[in-house]
């Protein structure tokens, strides 16, 4: 073919190449930088912490270093371990509260302007709460709920109602933006075609809002854990037992300042694993179509 | 499937400025009209009016079908932006309509439809994969699966580049055809290929352009089609 001679057609097929080339390179590189540079980063800080600690000879109980937390952490995980779960589990209960009340308002407010007229102030008004200064009163004021096949503790009770004023505005806010701002010109479609109200929420709004909704939930995943936390600390030990804010709180009263660190970590993971976790549902679920989650050449 | 053709009469206002009018227009049965004018004048509200997508437009006035039944349900609307749920894949969006009347939607047709506008590769693609074309195509062929008899086009080529233009223009004019089709655009090359009737919108009214051209699609770059676009610029020009 005389194309494959032609020494101008070489020369750009060439060019191209060495574009992809170094196109390729850069994807590759940002690959490894992606996780090196945050790890590397760590690493230097942990190294630091180390350091200062060792050559200031600060006692452990004012400043541990990172080897004896690690230390800790595996030597009081049996203890730890019951914690956490307890923090987990009150986590994402409330997280789950969060999310069914804040979707289900969001929908009752779009689709009754007089209901969100009404009861937007509450929401704003749980949301600047300060929930350290009402989660004592909280707790005086709950009882159990008896649900007939099981009943729900007091202390549970009030440890979920603090992580849930906590957490829900979010999912609340930035649904109802999501569900407002479904394309006009597909309304007008959905118009033409005769759809419901109902077929309008199904098929138009509730997809539209899920990006807005995703980005909530990235917000209130983390909130619902410090939620939690925040409760904890206010209510102590009680019918459910101990999750991590009590063992720092009980760690801080004996001094066991290494472990009062080991507990803290656990409470970072659990956050960071709520965040990762709720980024990669965030990819899957929109990387087929929304603009956010795309990926483009250019 | 009979088409009916669209009569408007009277004149439009939003919140009591006038928006234009008194105009009298009628779209033939059946035929391709195009509604030329330039951009603010109106025109799409005219597609909206027969729509029913009025909003906050009052027509002092009468529009509707020719043959006096209502004219819901019997309407399809191509625009410029190609309305297609960026969620649902090629496939999903033509079969919208019948998901929306609570059937499940003919695939087998889907697919015959999607073979015809040439994007049988792409069904299972979202809208955000396609290119310009293809999602007008997509467009075009939900547009066909409805089956509606009457046709609202809202510039929907405008975003094309010339050559994917030229050839959405004769895919849609045969496979449109015996529908009433009114398509609303600002300009005078399409107008010229596509309308068996020409009318120019201004601020003075709509009126019908005298054609004696062979019936469309006319090619691009014969010399009676390239007169008439010249024709019909110039009427353009003077009608601002």
């Keep these: 073919m005389s194309t494959m001679t032609d020494p101008a057609v070489t020369a750009a097929t060439d060019l191209r190449d060495d574009e992809e080339l170094r196109r390729a390179r850069g994807r590759r590189i940002n690959g490894i930088a992606r996780w090196v540079l945050p790890i590397a980063l760590l690493a230097l800080t942990l190294f630091w912490w180390h350091w200062v600690v060792t050559v200031n000879q600060i006692p452990h109980y004012v400043l541990p270093g990172p080897m004896l937390v690690a230390q800790t952490l595996v030597e009081d995980f049996a203890t730890l371990a019951g914690s956490w779960w307890i923090t987990i589990q009150v986590t994402f209960m409330a997280l789950f509260l969060a999310v069914t009340v804040g979707v289900g308002l969001a929908i009752l407010f779009n689709q009754s302007r007089l209901v969100e007229m009404s009861f937007f102030p509450y929401a704003v008004v749980l949301q600047v709460t300060p929930i350290i200064a009402i989660a004592p009163l909280i707790f005086i004021y709950v009882v159990d709920i008896n649900l007939g096949l099981f009943t729900i503790d007091a202390q549970l009770v009030g440890l979920l109602i603090c992580a849930w004023i906590v957490a829900f505005f979010p999912i609340l806010s930035n649904t109802t933006l999501g569900l407002n701002s479904a394309d006009h010109n597909l309304r007008d479609l959905f118009s033409i075609y005769g759809a419901t109200r109902w077929q309008k929420l199904r098929y138009l709004q509730l997809p539209s809002a899920l990006p807005y909704f995703l980005g909530g939930l990235r917000i209130a995943g983390g909130l619902s854990l410090i939620g939690a936390v925040v409760a904890e600390f206010v209510a102590g030990t009680g019918g459910v037992g101990s999750g991590l804010a009590f063992r720092i709180l009980e760690s801080s009263y004996r001094l066991q300042i290494p472990r009062m660190f080991a507990a803290l970590f656990l409470i970072v993971l659990t956050g960071v694993a709520i965040y990762l976790a709720i980024t990669w549902l965030t990819h899957v679920l929109l990387h087929k179509w929304h603009e956010s989650a795309i990926k483009r050449e250019t | ?240």
């Design chain 2, 1 to 240: 499937m009979t088409a009916p053709g669209l009569v408007l009469s009277g004149s439009a206002r939003v919140d009591g400025a006038p928006l234009f009018g008194p105009v009298d227009f009628a779209a033939p049965a059946g035929r391709w009209t195009c509604l030329l004018g330039p951009s603010g004048v109106g025109k799409s509200t005219v597609l909206r009016l027969f729509a029913g997508l009025a909003g906050p437009v009052t027509l002092d006035g009468h529009a509707g079908a020719s043959d006096g039944a209502p004219l819901a349900g019997r309407v399809a609307l191509m625009a410029q932006q190609d309305l297609l749920l960026p969620w649902l894949d090629v496939l999903g969006n033509v079969l919208l309509g019948a998901r929306l009347r609570g059937r499940r939607g003919d695939r087998a047709a889907a697919r015959d439809i999607l073979e015809r506008v040439g994007l049988s590769a792409h069904a299972h693609k979202r809208p955000a994969a396609l290119s310009g074309g293809q999602r007008q195509r997509a467009a075009l062929a939900r547009t066909l699966l409805e089956d509606r008899p009457v046709v609202l086009l809202d510039e929907p080529f405008s975003a094309l580049d010339a050559r994917t233009r030229a050839q959405m223009q004769d895919l849609s004019a045969a496979l449109l055809a015996r529908r009433t089709v009114l398509h609303v655009t600002h300009d005078p090359a399409e107008a010229a290929r596509l309308g068996h009737h020409i009318c120019l919108m201004a601020g003075d009214g709509i009126r019908p352009v005298p054609l004696s051209a062979e019936p469309p699609p006319r090619a691009f770059d014969a010399a009676a089609t390239l007169s008439l676009q010249g024709a019909l610029h110039r009427r353009l020009m003077q009608a601002a």
